[in-house]
């Protein structure tokens, strides 16, 4: 396998609502800006690409991918589309990477999108409920808050988190937000906020969760040679990984734990694992691409990580499965501050999920994205300030994850310059 | 104090409009507001439980059954026809009527088709000996009298909607 490179990347921003374009012109927003970055590529030069969206429900259109293909001047290339829910665009940028690697391809487009503002907001919710088990789990009451809702309360039950615990993500992620112009939603809020908010699914509220959005992102990924042509600061992707679980949460099993490089069977003595208060498919994924990349302790070899926060509970959930803490440390983990900004080991410098927007296909994307500036080191270049840069920044984890825990994907990229 | 409630609810009624004002300078048109439409979409699915379905004829009949795997011993409670771990055709066996909390949540909003029922209980039920758990709502108790490993037992609708909801769980004791 060949090493892969990303050398550009861009986001159309993230709204409520995107009346003014259909969704073939949004991402050529996304798709123009990564362009424009990397002024050496030309079209030509593009081999192929791969399709990011989740849902053909929201836009009552099948095969939206083609038309974004021949939008964006890409016929005939080759092209195909990928889906794994939440992950879908974890899954596309992998797919993208393997494209590369392989030798199948020197340059490769990942574009995402998705546009949910079709259908009101509960109607949007009985969609994405759709995506569980349609005989037994989506006509009892599907609602995925409802269902990441009776994961965390087993987790608090097994571990002692708390909502306050489960707030102060909350608010970290809005406060990173607030200096990050492709944010959805601006707000100062405190923990007290986030508690009073009206209540969802117990115990998550308004505002431990993600909103729904229209929007697009798009990555470019070449081989070495092509990546020196391109750009002075490509960015290297070390790794990926990616894992599974079983999609109705009564069929988790209880098992042994998942062990990563730093841990011992006795940190975890008599725990059932994952039962429904873990995510064994994050497991699978960070160790497959911490022993691809070498990563014996991630804590102390990952600058920052951006991870799925579509609800603050599977933040917490997510710290332990990438082994930033043990399981069960979760809530000590936000508390202690390690995830700050100004923390050991940066969660969400973004703002994440919960205050960008989670526009489906786009959402693992913008991640990439987000983390290749980080690393190239040109935040300031593209959010117009650099509050948000971290400083020598020089190895970042990605992390997209599918409800409940069904597909996730791990990726690290790595600063080679 | 609680900050008063100033945005009108959104709805879908629309207006039915016929024609749109047209410029006679064309070059005004990308300066055109988006035309958006109401498109209903109504659909009525032919769908088949398949070999889920003697667990819907179980519920029509007061019992609750789960699948047993024959070569490894797994059971689960929300049926698989396959096992999961090693690939046998597993066996119908019937599951005990009481069960307790694994977990649970209270649904204050939901998909639209719940909307309407909401608040509810979410809750997944462990039964003693079996391996896997099973979704239902719990009737009954309100958000702050639930707690995790309450006894649960189940009740079954008198006319049966051959839908899970068939069956419901409310307190044992």
């Known amino acids: 396998m060949r090493d892969v490179y990303m050398v550009s990347g861009g986001v159309s921003k993230f709204t409520k609502a995107r009346t003014d374009k259909t969704f073939q012109p949004m ?11 990397v002024p050496n590529l030309t ?18 259109q099948l095969m939206s991918g083609i038309m974004v293909q021949d939008y ?7 092209s195909k589309r990928v889906e794994g829910g939440g992950a879908t665009g974890g899954l596309c940028f992998q797919t993208a990477w393997a494209d590369v690697a392989s030798g199948r391809q020197d340059v490769c487009v990942a574009y995402g999108f998705e546009t949910m503002s079709h259908v009101n907001t509960w109607k949007g919710n009985e969609f994405i409920a759709l995506a569980s088990d349609t005989n037994y789990d989506y006509p009892v009451g599907g609602f995925y808050t409802g269902y990441y809702a009776m994961m965390v309360v087993r987790h608090m039950y097994e571990f002692g988190t708390t909502r306050e615990q489960l707030a102060m993500v909350s608010v970290k992620n809005y406060q990173n937000a607030f200096h990050n112009p492709y944010a959805q939603k601006k707000l100062k809020i405190t923990v007290k906020d986030v508690l009073n908010a009206p209540m969802v699914a117990y115990p998550l509220g308004m505002l431990d969760i993600c909103v729904m959005s229209d929007g697009a992102a798009v990555c470019i990924l070449a081989d070495e040679k092509m990546a020196a042509k391109l750009t002075d600061k490509p960015v290297r992707i070390a790794s990926v990984g990616c894992g599974t679980d079983a999609m109705r949460m009564a069929d988790r099993p209880h098992g042994e734990v998942i062990l990563l490089p730093h841990e011992s069977p006795n940190d975890y003595k008599g725990l059932k694992y994952p039962g429904v208060h873990s995510f064994r498919a994050g497991r699978m994924g960070a160790k497959l691409a911490y022993e691809r990349a070498g990563i014996t302790n991630p804590l102390e070899e990952l600058d ?6 579509a609800y603050t509970s599977s933040e917490i959930q997510t710290y332990e499965d990438l082994g930033l803490c043990k399981y069960g440390e979760g809530g000590q983990f936000i508390e202690s501050g390690k995830p700050n900004l100004d923390g050991v080991c940066p969660v969400n410098p973004s703002g994440g999920l919960l205050a960008c927007g989670h526009p489906v296909g786009a959402t693992g994307l913008m991640q990439a994205v987000f983390a290749f500036w980080q690393l190239q080191g040109t935040i300031d270049k593209h959010f117009g300030n650099d509050k948000l840069q971290i400083q020598n920044a020089k190895r970042g984890l990605i992390h997209s994850h599918a409800g409940t825990g069904t597909y996730v994907t791990v990726s690290i990229l790595e600063k080679p310059f | 104090m609680k900050k008063k409630e100033t945005k009108l ?4 009624e629309g207006t039915v409009l016929f024609n749109v004002p047209f410029p006679e300078d064309l070059s005004q048109l990308k300066k055109m507001s988006p035309i958006i439409i109401k498109w209903p979409y109504h659909i009525d699915y032919i769908h088949s439980y398949g070999q889920d379905s003697p667990f819907f004829a179980g519920l029509a009949n007061k019992k609750l059954v789960g699948t047993k795997c024959p070569k490894c011993g797994y059971k689960y409670a929300t049926p698989k026809y396959h096992c999961m771990y090693c690939g046998s055709e597993c066996d119908w066996f019937e599951l005990p009527l009481e069960g307790k909390i694994h977990t649970w949540t209270t649904c204050h909003f939901g998909g639209e088709e719940f909307l309407k029922e909401t608040p509810f209980n979410l809750i997944l039920v462990e039964f003693e000996g079996v391996d896997s758990l099973l979704l239902a709502r719990l009737i009954g108790l309100s958000q702050d009298e639930i707690r995790i490993g309450m006894k649960v037992k189940a009740k079954f609708r008198r006319n049966s909607q051959f839908k899970p909801t068939d069956v419901y769980f409310v307190p044992a004791e």
Do not use: W
Not at chain 1, 27 to 37: G, H, L, R
Not at chain 1, 44 to 54: H, L, P, T, W
Not at chain 1, 73 to 78: A, I, R, T, W
Not at chain 1, 304 to 309: G, Q, Y
């Open chain 2, 9 to 12: 609810p959104e709805t879908e």
């Open chain 1, 27 to 37: 991402v050529k927003e996304a798709f123009d800006y990564a362009m424009n970055d």
């Open chain 1, 304 to 309: 920052f990580v951006e991870l799925h926060d």
């Open chain 1, 43 to 60: 079209i030509d030069q593009i081999d192929g690409s791969v399709a990011s969206y989740f849902s053909d429900h929201f836009q009552r």
């Open chain 1, 72 to 78: 964006l001047g890409l016929c005939p290339k080759e």
